[in-house]
């Protein structure tokens, strides 16, 4: 991988150090340029007018193929979205739910997959499964947990694929296929996903998973993806209706609701500009070849992990080695504040890490794009905090 050469097209990062592609990535110019010359076009040619209105479709149509690339499954179970949260929102207000229902969760989980299934619960008298996992659990362990709470009254078994918390990456295709055994479905909240590992729907034998563009992609905010096996498509109701629920109606209030195609849940006017966006980074991340790009991100992070086990106060919460490990680190600095490392970390070193409040940690995320010498300015920082405490 020619990292100088993927360093030319980031120059907006060339003074500074950026490791906090987990909450957003940094926009290359292929990706900037592409919103802006898509803007431009509309702008100069009229948004509505029949050349350029096709074009937005080809671009719409062309998002799915490339995602479909991306998640290996069909451009026909791909919904595009806002973001990896709107993506939750459409699976769990669109299932069929009866009071009893149960749905599983864990307890290291990002807001947007907890407080979506509290409201579910208050909403709709579904009763809530949290599974407690330990910080050391390897995924024998997660899996025995999940196991141990899903019964035949589980209606979903929902999880990050990374968890935000602490980046520890789950053992998606065994909890999945307990949760198959006793008919549930399985939502994955892919926000930490795409651009970060290798992605297969089918290897990983989930039923949904929601992903953005803005993190490891490196796209724009505001573009996501929503994969939904195709058999599963007509079980889902739309909670919101737009322009995509029927394509047959009258003024006299008939209408023909669409079941089996994606296109149901589709709201009205979206982003061409911003999807072009999206199409750019997810073509220049296909182009690299993920297995290269996973490899890169996991090398990236050892190294950071054998650096900061050596500092002086430092404790790594996150997973050492083996399959729970993904590109994101935690870690505690002894009497160390998260959130003032944070700000300090930026404003003395030009350093863009983020707290984890949950885990009173530092959270690093190493990209395919970040060098060595970026990883030794950061721990020559933590070495400075750990010094002064
Ligand atoms: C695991 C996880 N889920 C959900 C989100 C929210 O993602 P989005 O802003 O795409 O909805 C994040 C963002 O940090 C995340 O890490």
């Known amino acids: 991988m020619d990292i100088i050469k993927i360093r030319s097209l980031m120059p907006n990062i060339n003074d500074m150090t950026y490791l906090n592609t987990g909450w957003s ?22 948004p509505t007018s029949p050349e350029i209105l096709e074009s937005a ?66 909403s709709k008298g579904v009763r809530l499964r949290m599974v407690s996992i330990d910080l050391d659990s390897n995924h024998n362990d997660i899996r025995q947990s999940f196991a141990s709470v899903i019964t035949g009254r589980t209606r979903l078994v929902m999880f990050s694929h990374i968890q935000y918390s602490t980046g520890l990456r789950m053992p998606v295709s065994a909890i999945a296929s307990v949760a198959h055994k006793v008919g549930a479905r399985v939502l994955v909240d892919g926000a930490q996903g795409p651009g970060h590992i290798e992605l297969d729907m089918n290897a990983l034998g989930v039923d949904f998973y929601s992903s953005p563009g803005q993190k490891w ?3 724009p905010d505001q573009t996501g993806a929503l994969f939904i096996r195709h058999n599963l498509i007509p079980e889902l109701q739309p909670s919101r209706i737009g322009f995509g629920f029927s394509s047959n109606f009258n003024l006299e209030g008939r209408f023909e609701a669409v079941t089996n195609s994606i296109d149901k849940f589709s709201m009205s006017t979206t982003s061409a500009p911003l999807r072009a966006g ?33 500092v002086d106060g430092v404790k790594i919460l996150s997973p050492l080695e ?50 060595e010498d970026e990883i030794n300015r950061l721990v020559d920082a933590i070495k400075q905090l750990s010094k002064k405490r």
């Not at 069909?74 to 973001?83: A, K, R, S, Y």
């Not at 404003?347 to 060098?371: M, P, Y």
């Open 25 to 46: 990535g940094p926009s290359p110019v292929y990706v900037v340029d592409a919103i802006k010359s898509r803007l431009e076009l509309e702008s100069f040619n009229g």
């Open 57 to 122: 479709q080809k671009i719409m149509s062309e998002s799915k193929v490339l995602v479909s690339r991306l998640f290996n499954c069909q451009p026909e179970e791909v919904m595009l979205t806002d973001n990896t949260t709107d993506g939750i929102n459409i699976i769990l207000n669109g299932l069929p739910w009866k009071p009893g229902d149960e749905v599983v969760l864990c307890d290291l989980e990002h807001p947007s997959v907890l407080l979506p299934a509290y409201n579910l619960q208050s």
């Open 217 to 219: 992609l490196l796209g």
């Open 278 to 310: 999206y199409n750019a980074a997810v073509t220049k991340i296909l182009s690299h070849k993920m297995p290269e790009i996973e490899k890169r991100n996991l090398e990236l992070t050892k190294i950071l992990k054998n650096s900061l086990s050596s």
């Open 322 to 371: 083996g399959a729970e490990c993904s590109a994101l680190t935690t870690f505690q600095v002894d009497g160390v504040d998260s959130d003032k490392a944070t700000l300090k970390l930026w404003k003395n070193d030009k350093i863009v890490v983020r707290a984890i409040e949950s885990q009173q940690g530092i959270r690093v995320s190493t990209a395919f794009f970040n060098t």
